[in-house]
């Protein structure tokens, strides 16, 4: 369900204090709510939706968990 860049990712932004993890969890569920949708969002996504972190803020925890797969 989740892709290990997500596990990463999410471990990321709760470190950095960009975010809580109350958030994050809130955000994973509502991905797995999405389990029949062909094209679920990716965590990242959810939480700039809603607003939870900035496409900056994604952008730069995305570019160094891509490395750690």
């Given amino acids: 369900m989740f892709s290990s860049e997500e596990i990463v990712f999410a471990r990321r932004v709760v ?3 960009w975010t809580d993890e109350a958030r994050v969890r809130e955000c994973m569920d509502l991905k797995k709510a999405q389990v029949a949708d062909p094209n679920p ?3 990242w996504d959810l939480l ?4 939870y972190l900035t496409p900056d803020q994604a952008r ?3 570019e160094t968990t891509r490395s750690v797969k």
């Fill in 15 to 17: 470190l950095k204090k």
């Fill in 41 to 43: 969002k990716r965590l």
């Fill in 48 to 51: 700039v939706e809603r607003g």
């Fill in 60 to 62: 730069a925890v995305r």
